[in-house]
């Protein structure tokens, strides 16, 4: 009852305010390219890279922080930059991809003035992940790819001088995870079968991996980084033997825990910061409903809590750092403002503004996302977020419910264009982290397992029926709607549930679990068994698998709509979802269907994403708008 009561105080407290109604912001302007995005410092805190959107293209560019100089490095046509670093004090590495299924890509080495450009790879279908980006030798960077075999990723020494490739270590096929320590040599290797996780170790790169620790999938054992001064200990998260994530110290001989940093039995810790310059773990992160630092020792408190004074009531993220910690680049959010790039100096503890991440989003015009909690019919305690529209009274509103992607994913405090759009359009934006959501401990997660089309889709109606009880919400007046497996949950929930909603939609939404789980990539098949424990077995659970699938229930839907799908993703069946479209139409259903491009040109992008929000904020100004 006091939660209740606390709650709505909060609500009216946010939202009571009178004043006139704010003004219709355009679609275009929540869903615009950055200018500027993807900073990098140089090791030497010199110099800055970053992407700059320039002839409608994102370009690498290159700046001296003394002078301010900058110097635009690539002229792209036909292909988009996926990721640059710098691999010395004078040169980067940057990676390119251009917009077919195969994604076929580029690598280039080039000095920071523009000089000495050097192609090392052309044209490549297959993908490369870096592991450690510092330069070794002064030629080479620790890289992994699956060119010799699609389904697996072997470990390589890319030169950079001359673009050759030496293998480091072959993947048997069992291995998901690579890792070095600080000085680039490979230690640790995570072997799956699908189900079940090992970490493997070794001290040198002449031994052989030796098994360490084993874990089912539900267990978290995130490696962070290898401690400077013991020998064979390893920093990582880990909820072995416990609910919730810690960070704890493991020995990698005995595989056992040397010493716990941090835990706490109501925290769930999500992120971790090493420093190499410092040689230490410097804090623990924690979400709840908001995320919060924890400093590890009183140095590191007094280092950077001067960020937080900087940017009070502001989530910050450390981007990228020199080599010595001095300079800094840090992205910044809250749930009302995209946030922006800062260049921070520790010595002076000064902040620069780089450049807003949107800069056509006014912070006062935003709506708050307040935490919300209620108990799910089987008594489970079920938590999200509610966002309210501005200048309204939380009384009787029409509702978009907004499930969140998955399988493995939660809803976290922050700033989402999606849900601003909607409550810029009046609508009261609720947000479930239903059970199976991470974040919450490896019993929640686990409870949604194999629950799709049953408990978690009560989760979500539950929240719904919350809000009408507490009168927040318009009984006859809400929408579903979700992206990826929030899709598939909006489909489900919508024709199962005629009575609660009006109207719901799906973008890019899975329709059929079979389907979904047949479009896995080649290096992704060693996690299937492990979706087989979270969706279903086509096998073994094919009964379930098509009870739980909407492409399969056409005849049901009697409630309007909305389908977005992009023609050119590799892991949808446009196909099916056409033929699905049609069925629906054949039974008098009335269906708003849009095709949109999600790939890597950031004009097509954002143009596609205009024209997917105009559609939808007609068809629920049509189908919610109504008397």
Not at 73 to 95: D, P, Q, R, V
Not at 150 to 169: H, P, Q
Not at 292 to 297: A, G
Request: hydrophobic share 35%.
């Amino acid at each position: 009852m006091l939660k209740r009561i606390f709650l709505l105080l909060m609500v009216a407290l946010i939202w009571a305010c009178k004043g006139t109604n704010h003004d219709t912001i355009p679609v275009d302007e929540f869903f615009k390219t950055q200018d500027k995005a993807y900073y990098r410092i140089s090791p030497d805190g010199k110099s800055l890279s970053y992407l700059k959107l320039h002839d409608k293209k994102l370009d690498l560019f290159a700046e001296d922080l003394a002078t301010g100089n900058s110097v635009q490095l690539t002229h792209l046509n036909g292909k988009n930059i996926s990721f640059h670093f710098w691999t010395s004090n004078n040169e980067l590495i940057y990676y390119t991809e251009d917009g077919s299924k195969e994604r076929r890509s580029d690598i280039f080495v080039i000095n920071k003035d523009g000089s000495k450009q050097v192609q090392l790879s052309a044209n490549e279908k297959n993908r490369l992940r870096v592991i450690e980006d510092q330069l070794i030798n002064d030629k080479y960077i620790i890289v992994a790819s699956n060119k010799r075999d699609s389904t697996v990723f072997d470990v390589y020494r890319l030169n950079v001088r001359d673009g050759k490739m030496e293998i480091a270590a072959k993947n048997p096929g069992n291995i998901t995870k690579w890792m070095t320590d600080s000085k680039g040599v490979l230690k640790i290797a995570v072997a799956s079968d699908g189900v079940n996780e090992t970490l493997m170790y070794r001290e040198k790169e002449n031994e052989a991996f030796v098994p360490v620790i084993t874990n089912n999938f539900e267990t978290t054992l995130q490696p962070i980084a290898f401690s400077e001064d013991q020998p064979n200990v390893l920093y990582a998260i880990s909820s072995v033997n416990r609910d919730k994530n810690a960070l704890v110290a493991i020995d990698l001989k005995s595989g056992k825990e040397k010493q716990v940093l941090f835990a706490n039995d109501t925290l769930n810790v999500v992120d971790a910061t090493y420093s190499r310059f410092r040689k230490k773990m410097l804090f623990a992160t924690c979400e709840t409903w908001k995320r919060e630092k924890f400093y590890l020792d009183d140095s590191t408190k007094v280092a950077y809590s001067g960020i937080d004074k900087l940017l009070p009531g502001t989530e910050w993220i450390i981007m990228d750092r020199d080599k010595t910690d001095k300079v800094f680049v840090i992205r910044t959010f809250t749930d009302k403002n995209p946030g922006s790039y800062y260049l921070y100096t520790a010595v002076d503890q000064k902040l620069k503004k780089l450049t807003d991440v949107s800069p056509y989003i006014k912070p006062e015009e935003m709506n708050a996302m307040a935490p919300i909690s209620f108990k799910s019919r089987d008594g489970l305690i079920i938590n999200g977020y509610l966002t309210l529209p501005k200048n309204k009274k939380a009384a009787n509103l029409p509702v978009v419910v907004l499930p969140h992607n998955g399988p493995k994913s939660r809803n976290s405090w922050g700033y989402n264009a999606e849900v601003q759009f909607l409550a810029n359009r009046g609508y009261a934006v609720l947000q479930v982290n239903y059970r199976g959501s991470t974040g919450y401990g490896k019993s929640f997660y686990a409870a949604g397992f194999k629950q799709w089309s049953d408990k978690i889709q009560n989760d979500v109606n539950d929240g719904v029926k919350w809000l009408i009880e507490e009168k927040i919400a318009n009984p006859k007046k809400i929408a579903i709607y979700g992206n990826g497996f929030g899709g598939y949950i909006a489909l489900n929930c919508l024709y199962k549930n005629p009575d609660l909603y009006k109207c719901g939609g799906s973008n890019s939404g899975v329709i059929n679990l079979f389907s979904y789980l047949k479009t896995f990539p080649p290096f992704l098949k060693a996690k299937l068994q492990m979706y087989y424990e979270i969706i279903g077995n086509p096998v073994t659970d094919t009964d379930y698998m098509r009870f739980a699938s909407p492409v399969f229930h056409a005849e049901r839907f009697r409630s309007p709509v909305f389908i977005a799908q992009n023609p050119k993703d590799p892991t949808v069946n446009v196909a099916e979802g056409v033929q699905f479209i049609k069925e629906l139409k054949k039974r008098n259903v009335q269906v708003t269907y849009i095709e949109k491009e999600e790939g890597p040109d950031p004009i097509v992008r954002q143009q596609s994403r205009t024209a997917l929000y105009k559609a939808l904020e007609a068809f629920l100004k049509e189908n919610l708008g109504k008397k």
